[in-house]
T-cell receptor, first 110, second 115 residues
Framework: DQQVKQNSPSLSVQEGRISILNCDYTNSMFDYFLWYKKYPAEGPTFLISISSIKDKNEDGRFTVFLNKSAKHLSLHIVPSQPGDSAVYFCAASDEYKLSFGAGTTVTVRA | GAGVSQSPSNKVTEKGKDVELRCDPISGHTALYWYRQSLGQGLEFLIYFQGNSAPDKSGLPSDRFSAERTGGSVSTLTIQRTQQEDSAVYLC?????????????FGDGTRLSIL
């Protein structure tokens, strides 16, 4: 039973533009949400997180938005850079165990 | 090193053999986690340690899988009598503690191939 879903397997965006990645979840007990970036043959790298008591968290070019009533979160990357090309995973936690989405492959075009 | 270290990075073995995978967490991190990613699948939780104790072993696929952690640091994941369906990337993560605002930091994984 997939509790975290990323419905877009891929996203292509022009360099300098905004990348928007979406994630939906079903478990209302999740209280902490994270985004990870993954390059081939490497482990996931932590990007940014948000707790359920907030609706927005910003770190440089990365902003995560949380809509608890819709059980939806999104990651905005502005401006997108070629080095942002990677697979992005959404994850959610209800104490310690992370449940992951299937990932979205982002390609930033020059 | 500053990050989570896993060894070996790749392991190829014959079906039926035992394998041992090692994880060295970030220094000072009390919580340690094992996940695996099978081909075409998402990351799947296996087991979690708080200190040397494993409060949740619910994700271990069968009794052929076991894990231990000693000294609150290094952990080993052991798979006995390996089967082809055990082929996957096994990822270890650690965090300072558990709960909100305690992100898990991952190693680069061990790619296990069972022939």
């Amino acid at each position: 039973d997939q509790q975290v879903k990323q419905n877009s397997p891929s996203l292509s965006v022009q360099e300098g533009r905004i990348s928007i990645l979406n994630c939906d979840y079903t478990n209302s007990m999740f209280d902490y949400f994270l985004w990870y970036k993954k390059y081939p043959a490497e482990g996931p790298t932590f990007l940014i997180s948000i707790s359920s008591i907030k609706d927005k968290n910003e770190d440089g070019r990365f902003t995560v938005f949380l809509n608890k009533s819709a059980k939806h979160l999104s990651l905005h990357i502005v401006p997108s850079q070629p080095g942002d090309s990677a697979v992005y995973f959404c994850a959610a936690s209800d104490e310690y165990k992370l449940s992951f989405g299937a990932g979205t492959t982002v390609t930033v075009r020059a | 090193g500053a990050g989570v270290s896993q060894s070996p990075s790749n392991k190829v073995t014959e079906k039926g053999k035992d394998v041992e995978l090692r994880c060295d967490p970030i220094s000072g991190h009390t919580a340690l986690y094992w996940y695996r990613q099978s081909l075409g699948q998402g990351l799947e939780f296996l087991i979690y340690f708080q200190g040397n104790s494993a409060p949740d072993k619910s994700g271990l696929p069968s009794d052929r899988f076991s894990a231990e952690r000693t000294g609150g640091s290094v952990s080993t994941l052991t798979i006995q009598r390996t089967q082809q369906e055990d082929s996957a990337v096994y990822l270890c993560a650690s965090s300072y503690n558990t709960g909100v605002n305690q992100p898990q930091h991952f190693g680069d994984g061990t790619r296990l191939s069972i022939l």
